[in-house]
């Protein structure tokens, strides 16, 4: 039976492990093998996820079979399934520039380049590269991958309801206006330009304002530096860097926030965006890489993101009643499109092509 097996450097909780299960669940129900192999596993409970060099050894391979990579940082994964001789596919999130790490991170360079390297070389090979927007799809183009799909990343809406931890959002509860963004703290999120607009708003229309930063560092000097900035515009206790929190903590953040403010330079696809949603929470984003893509006018895009461009257009939603409600009913019909139904079909529909095609 012909196999369509996942390859990744890294299987962890977040949005691309949960999409991997969801891939396999997909293939599955297509009457396929499926498994998920990656050098480190990392997510506690799930124990169904085997180490790469297994496959061809204690999983034998097919001559029909074919290997799905989810594009990370640069890895000895990579290489491994570019040197087999099955047929090969990738499924890219995005691999954020190198150039956002060089002056926080220059120890990550090295594996981001890599990872990109990596990336240019499998669309050599690759018959098929699905990306999860129609951004990240230019990008296989420009690689010159001989065919390109967009099929989004496979999220269940549903999970986002599993529960809410009532103690948390009533501590949450805030006073003034509850700012809201989730995600890993990193460069090319810029949260420095988030704080800038965030003090604009508190000095311009609510000095009772908070900010709640909500998501694990990824560069400890960028964290440092930012939570400096913080104290340096006299917002201690204003900004609230949670770190990582539990979902039931998280939904909580949600449904105590009043506006999600994104002013990221660099998305792929922007999970956190649909989740807002979900939660009937108005956006107000800076219109960069994936993110107008992924909101399709569920939200206020904003061309600029100058501090008093975007405390404007918060203030402007918190305001006017009639404009929040038209942003969450936006959101909640463009929720729709991200159905899990809706999704694994067109996932489906992208590896179907790949079932028996030659290496």
């Known amino acids: 039976m012909t196999a369509i097996h996942q390859f990744v450097p890294t299987f962890e909780p977040g949005a691309v492990g949960a999409h991997m299960l969801q891939v396999r669940r997909v293939v599955r129900e297509m009457g396929f093998d499926s498994e998920i192999f990656a050098e480190h596993r990392r997510w506690p409970g799930v124990t169904d996820v085997e180490e790469y060099r297994r496959y061809g050894?204690?999983?034998?391979?097919?001559?029909g079979d074919v290997l799905?990579?989810?594009?990370?940082?640069?890895?000895?994964?990579?290489?491994?399934?570019?040197?087999?001789?099955?047929?090969?596919?990738?499924?890219?999130?995005?691999?954020?520039?190198?150039?956002?790490?060089?002056?926080?991170?220059?120890?990550?360079?090295?594996?981001?380049?890599?990872?990109?390297?990596?990336?240019?070389?499998?669309?050599?090979?690759?018959?098929?590269?699905?990306?999860?927007s129609g951004y990240n799809e230019q990008e296989l183009i420009a690689l010159h991958y001989r065919r390109t799909t967009v099929a989004p990343v496979l999220v269940d809406v549903a999970a986002f309801d599993r529960g809410v931890d009532v103690r948390a959002e009533e501590t949450l509860t805030a006073t003034g206006t509850a700012w809201l963004f989730v995600g890993r703290v990193a460069p090319n999120k810029a949260h420095h330009d988030l704080v800038k607009a965030f003090a604009a708003y508190r000095r311009a229309y609510d000095p009772d304002a908070v900010l709640r930063i909500v998501g694990p560092p990824s560069s400890a000097a960028y964290s440092d530096a930012l939570r400096s900035f913080v104290a340096a515009l006299g917002l201690t206790g204003a900004v609230d860097f949670t770190g990582p929190v539990p979902d039931m903590v998280l939904a909580a953040h949600y449904r105590a926030a009043d506006v999600f403010v994104c002013v990221s330079d660099h998305e792929g696809f922007c999970v956190p965006l649909l989740e807002a949603m979900h939660h009937r929470l108005p956006i107000v984003a800076y219109a960069s890489s994936a993110v107008p893509e992924t909101l399709a006018g569920a939200g206020i895009v904003l061309p600029s993101k100058a501090p008093t461009t975007v405390a404007a257009a918060v203030h402007k939603v918190v305001a006017d009643d009639g404009l929040r409600a038209a942003l969450v009913a936006a959101g909640t019909r463009r929720l729709a499109d991200f159905d899990l139904k809706v999704t694994s079909a067109r996932m489906a529909d992208a590896l179907a092509g790949l079932v028996g095609r030659p290496a």
């Open 57 to 63: 050894r204690a999983f034998a391979a097919a001559a």
């Open 68 to 132: 799905l990579y989810q594009t990370a940082i640069g890895s000895v994964v990579a290489d491994f399934v570019l040197d087999r001789p099955e047929t090969l596919a990738v499924n890219y999130h995005n691999i954020t520039p190198v150039g956002f790490f060089a002056q926080w991170e220059p120890d990550v360079v090295h594996g981001v380049a890599w990872g990109r390297a990596q990336l240019a070389a499998m669309g050599e090979r690759a018959v098929l590269g699905i990306a999860d």
